[in-house]
Every structure is written in C-alpha cells, then in structure tokens.
C-alpha cells in the first residue's frame, strides 16, 4: 500500500489503539493518537487488559515506570492481542538503563510476537546485548546513529527483525526502519523533538494507530508512522523557530501537526531511502 | 440562584476540590480547577483520603484507571464526603467498556450518594442498563444524543436521576442535565472538545468546583458547569480555527477559556433549553 | 560561583537528575528540566531505583501522591544518593495538610540527608511544627511570606537549615533561600505560577538539575534556580497578559522561558536580596 494511502487510513478507520505506558508522557500519547484520527484507551488493570484489548485494533506496550503489575498486564494483554492477530508495538524505555528493564524487556520478547519495536539507539543495542552504558532514557552518544556507521546500525537493527519478526525502528538524528528483508532510513525530524519528553513514547503509540488501521502491512504501516513523525517534528520546529519560540511552543505545534497535516505535506516532505 | 451567580461564587469562594481520577488526564483536571478560581487536590492513597476530603468542599471520583487501592480510596473518602454533606461527582469513565468499570460503577452507585454522575451517552446508558456494546473510552456511535432522540435520552437521563437521587450530565454534541423534576438540553461546545483527550474528566472535575462552591443547589450548579465547559470549547475552537492550528493549540485555548471568561460572554453564549 | 556561571553549567554539563514524583505534574517536571538542559529520569520502582540514581547526578524526591511502595523507593534511592555524595531535594507536597504526609516527610528527613527542601510556606512551617491548618496543596494565607514578617519567616527558615543541613527555599510572593550562615529574597515570579498546577514541583525539579550541575555549592545552586524560575514565572506572565491570554498559555510560556532564556536577561532581571 502507499504511504499516502496508509496515513488516510487511520483517519479513515479510527482505530481503537490499547496502550499500556508510563505516567509521565501519557497524556501526550493519548493526543497523538486523537490528533492522527485513533482513539487510545488507557487501561492497564490486569482485571480487565484482555477484556479492553480485545475490542481494540492495536497494543502499545511502553517500559516505562513499569512494576509487577503492569508487567502482568501487559503479557496478559499481549496474549490475548496475539491469539487474536491484533499488531504488538513494543517502547522498551529504559532498556539498559536498569536490570528491571532490560529483564523485563527479554521477557516481554521471549513470550510475545510483536508487529513492531520501536527505541532510540541505546534501547535497541540493548536488546541486542551491544550497548554501551546507557545513561537515562537518553540514547548514549557512541550508539547514535550517524552517516558514518548507518549500514552498520541498520544490519544491528534488521538481526533484531530477523531474531523476533518485528519489524525495528531506530529513533534519532536518522531513523532506520527495519524488516528482516528490507530496511529505511527516513531522514525527517529535528532535534527540538529531543528537548522535549515523550518523542519516542508518542511515536509508538503513533504507531499503534496506523498498524491498527493497517495491520497486514507491518512494515509499510511502521515506516509510515516514522516518516509522519518526523514530519509533524519538522512542521513544528518550523514554526516554533520563526516565532523565536521555546520547547513548550514546540511541544503544542507537534500535537497540531499530527491533527493538521495533510497528504500533500506529508509526501512532499517524506524523506525515505531503502539502504539494506 | 442565577447561572452568573454561581459562576462567579467558584471564583469568590475558591472551593477546595478533592479529585480522585486518572493519570492520563490528571494534569489538565488540576488545571482547569485552577483555571475557573478552585484550588485541586489530587490525593489517592486510602490512608489519607479521609483526612484530604474532610477539609475539601467537593469529591470528585473519575474511574479512568482503577485498581484495588483506587476504588478502596474512592469508597472511604465517598463515605466520608456524604457523612459531612459535601458534593460528590461520579464520572463513570469507561462504564460499559470493562466488566471491571461496570462493576465498580455499580458498587460505587450502591454505597455512596452522588450529587452528580457525568458521563458520555454511552456510560450513563450503560449505568441503566441499556448502552450498545461501548468500544473504548468513547461514545458508541448509536448511544448518541441528538435532535432526533434528544427526548428519549432526557428521560433516561432523569430515570437514572430519580434511581440515584443525583443529577445526571451526559455529555455530547448536545449535552443534557437531568434531575428528577426537570432535564435541560445544552447546545453550547465544539466536535474538537471530542479530538483532545480529556474534556469529559475536566468537566467531572469543573463541576466538582461549581457545587463546592454551591453545594444547596447541585442541579443549578451541575447546568452551569456544563454550559461554562462548553462555551469554553466553542471560544477554543473558534480561536484555533481562526489561526489554522490544531488539537494542541485547542488544548491550551480551552485553559485560557476557563480561566479568562468573563460573564457577560458566559450568560451571552450559553444555549440551554428545559426540555422536561 | 557566579549565579550566571551555575545557570550555563546546566546546560553544559546537562545533569542527569532522577526524580521521584507525582502523576499530577510529572510531565511539566520532566519537560522543565530539559528546558533547562538537563536530562530527567522519573523511575519510581523499589527494583531499579538504586542502580537509577547511582548513574544520575542528582536525586528529587516529591511527596505528592505517596504510596507504600513509592515511600520505599524514595528511601533505597535517598540512602544510595547519600552513599555517592549526590545532592538530594526534598518536595514536602501537602506536608502538614494530611498525617500520612508530615509523617513521611519527618521520615524522610529522619533518614536521609537533604541539600534543599523545597516547600511553601504552610509546608515549611510544617516542618517545623508550626503552621496554621494546611488546607489542601497550597500555603494558607496565614503562613505567607510578606515584606511585614520577612525577617521571622527568614530566621524560621533558617532554623529548619540548621536542624537538617540543608538549604530551604520557601516559595511565595517573595521567595526564601535560606542557609544556616545565610539567607535571601528573591522577589521574582508572577502570580499567576499559582494559577497553574506544577510551579513548586517544577522548582523542585529545576533546582535538582542546578544541584547537579553543581554538587559543591547547594547555596548558591538552589538560589540561582529559585532566582531563574522567578524569571521564567515573570517572562511568561507579560508574554500572556501582553496577548490577553490565560493560564494555558501561561503553563506554555514558563517552559519556553525556561528553554530560551538567556544570561543577559537572567542577570537583568534577578532581584536577590540578602536579608540574614
């Protein structure tokens, strides 16, 4: 399907995105979902994931601020969405940056299929066993992906989509988008996007809603997804610039890029090239 | 009293407001509290939850997110806020998506009294019994209320009023008040209030304001802070469509709204009509 | 240090600074401590807390919305801070206004060692065993700093400085940091900081990324992030009222002033009196 096509379809499908995530961005997720033309429903009670999931079109599963019951929501929800083929989208926030998370990561990976994991650079190496020490939420500064080790990070990035049959996305100055048999570099966004908290959280559940609108397309959806963020963060940074404006600004354009843009933006400014 | 009046008593009297509600929409609910001249506590732990809502002038309990520790929270200061005759607000969140919230808004419904339950139309029918299958957080496309079956709606409005002794908000694009001798129809508020998250928990939490401050008259009270939430989204709207932006820029708007309308425009705007 | 030297080290060392703290505000904290160049980490499990804070340079940790579990995880964090040298801030949220608040703040400062708390009046005054009814999350009117009782308040101030070792800043229409050699007035701010929700935890989490960026100097640290937020407060305040705007735009306006604000107007407009 065509990019362009994808993007229509979330507003034209509404899909109910589930998301389980952190408290600290989830307002913000929620938004985006709306703002891209989904509907999110926030629920992570154990008592009643599988029932909410099973009526919605998509789960995001976000590793932030998780504990023992979040954790146990969200393989009860995986699960379900699994049997019932609904798209998984994996944010391991954190990955490397605690054993908890890095554990539970593995765990989430060893008894969950998912459509897509999505992570900055350091996540990603993480899952990989080949980060180096990541500090915070941040990507560390060695695993950043740049021109000079871009086929390097792609092949990293597709053995992760090989290894679980996710399709991998790598956030940062250059996405990568891999699948096991072709991989992307989308060469959209600015770095506002990381002067701000929940970029990355807002891009998966970003991606919940258009693998819920297109779910046999993982790849297609996943990579539209990104191309869509990067441009809202571009639009927005635009706009928060020329008013001579701050993070707060920026934050507030991203939101009414994602509920404003419109296919011939989106396409016109979509910067994507197929490097593996 | 007049509408005016009591709009004008939140900001005199700056009712302390005790709300138990949600982590995805926490934020905005604190806010527009502050916004219409209250004072927020967003206190959810049991052991204090007595003591909080002893000193505060209204409850408002959203069920957006419950656990265990949540709902035992939500029943101590519920039992504490009617033994001193404080307002309570019931915005029963998802009722109807989750066995889970259908139960605990029965269990609630059971054991406290409450001065106002606010909901979509999918979550008061749910209430009665009677809602299609609710997908999600939003309203069922078939639960909503409009000019055609805006007089079927009212009476089942006012037959979950005279059941539970409190007034009955059922928001939408129109919105109606029902109490047990009289129901009104509010046509005042925008399809964006819909694209943002959590327009319906501020509006639970503004009223929670509007009857602390006159807590004697709670469907007056009730009618007031429907129509001031609404007027605040059409002056949103109609500023961010003017300038093109989008649901982020709606967001901030409908703060400024709540916190700089005046009552001229407030008595201007406001579209109420008693209906039975 | 000079004031205007801390201010540019934050951004120069961007500390990474772990904060434990409340779902109401957790998002504006997060997003004012990048806004000034910091990076935040709000990780609040027992399980990972300590291997968080050990790799962080500073630690908040805010009262508002305490649990058993996040109690638990304030003091594995706290002790391992305190094993490392870190500088750690205390938020006493509600201090004074429910048992289970001023009990886990004379916990806390029991068993940890502090660099600053951080309150308002009502919950400094609580501290010490000394305010009028705390009523709800704001001071009471009788506990507020003023020109008239600016020297008690001060010499209060620096009793609780002296009994903990730590800074205390009290936040109000004139602001306190006090020492146990020395104290300050910062008249900066506007009030509207008091019509949105967040501008003490924000302070809170602000002066963690100043203590961070500067462990040696406490002191001056917390005053020159008193000192900026004020500024921030004042910047965004004209910026709203210039445009008849209200406390949504306002809210936007303090994170842009605290992301664009510039050594020459920091030191233009900061008003620091020593008054101890």
């Known amino acids: 399907m ?9 507003r034209g499908r ?36 599988e029932e909410i999931t099973g009526r919605c079109d998509a789960l995001v599963l976000n590793l932030g601020q998780i504990d023992g019951e979040r954790v146990k929501a969200m393989l009860l929800a995986g699960r379900r969405a699994n049997e019932l083929g609904h798209p998984v989208v994996l944010d391991p926030v954190g990955a490397g940056a605690s054993r908890l ?26 899952l990989l066993g080949k980060s180096e020490a990541t ?45 096991a048999e072709k991989t992307a570099a989308v060469r959209n966004g600015h770095p506002m996007m ?14 919940g809603a258009f693998l819920g609108a297109c779910p046999q397309e993982p790849f297609e959806a ?25 993070t707060g600004t920026f934050r507030m354009h991203l939101l009414d890029a994602a509920s404003t843009l419109g296919t011939a933006e989106y396409n016109r400014r979509t910067r994507v090239e197929y490097i593996l």
């Open 2 to 10: 065509e990019r362009e096509e994808i993007f229509l379809r979330v």
């Open 14 to 49: 509404a899909p109910l995105v589930h998301c389980i995530t952190n408290t600290v961005t989830i307002n913000d997720c929620a938004n985006i979902v709306l703002a891209a033309g989904g509907s999110p429903t926030m629920a992570n009670n154990p008592q009643e994931v």
């Open 101 to 126: 998370r890095s554990e539970t990561a593995a765990r989430l990976l060893g008894e969950l299929r998912f459509s897509l994991i999505r992570g900055n650079a350091s996540e990603i190496l993480s």
């Open 135 to 179: 500090r915070g939420v941040d990507a560390a500064e060695g695993d950043l992906v740049c021109e000079e080790n871009l086929r390097e990070r792609a092949r990293a990035a597709q053995a992760l989509a090989e290894k679980t049959g996710a399709v991998v996305a790598v956030s940062g100055a250059i996405d990568l988008v891999a699948g």
């Open 194 to 207: 990381a002067r701000i908290t929940g970029s990355g959280c807002m891009l998966g559940c970003l991606a």
């Open 222 to 246: 996943s990579l539209a997804a990104v191309a869509a963020m990067g441009v809202c963060g571009e639009i927005a940074a635009e706009k928060t610039l020329q008013s001579g404006a701050g």
